[in-house]
């Protein structure tokens, strides 16, 4: 069983960062591929980014294209978010997400594992 601790999530203005963490439970240097998703209220959850365990291969939603990156620090196990020029409709709650795989997918029904979320909210 992965455990995954999402934190960072607040308020931010718009135009301004701010960085997710994820924390596991396993190793982020092992067989899995991370990924972030967001949903906002009345929306299905969308895609944000993966990160495949070797760290070289990356995949970003087309909405988070060029402001957002995501990374692991195998030393602490923990996958982050960085997210810059946040916008209004950045506005959701971002989950964390793993599964047992060496390639990244956008599809969250194929993430075993999830955190419980941590809210972003961006001020207009």
């Known amino acids: 069983q992965v455990q995954l601790v999402e934190s960072g999530g607040g308020l931010v203005e718009a135009g301004g960062s701010l960085r997710l963490s994820c924390a596991a439970s396993?190793?982020?240097?092992?067989?899995?591929?991370w990924g972030w998703f967001r949903q906002a209220p009345g929306n299905e959850r969308e895609f944000v980014a993966a990160?495949?365990?070797?760290?070289?291969?990356?995949m970003y939603g087309d909405s988070v294209k060029g402001r957002f990156t995501i990374a692991s620090d195998n030393a602490k196990n923990t996958v982050y978010l960085q997210m810059n020029s946040l916008k209004p409709e950045d506005t959701a709650v971002y989950y964390c997400?793993?599964?047992?795989?060496?390639?990244?997918?956008?599809?969250?029904?194929?993430?075993?594992?999830w955190g419980q979320g941590t809210q972003v909210t961006v001020s207009s």
């Open positions: 997400a793993a599964r047992k795989a060496t390639y990244t997918t956008p599809r969250w029904n194929e993430y075993d594992y």
């Open positions: 396993v190793r982020t240097s092992g067989t899995y591929t």
């Open positions: 990160i495949a365990r070797t760290g070289f291969s990356t």
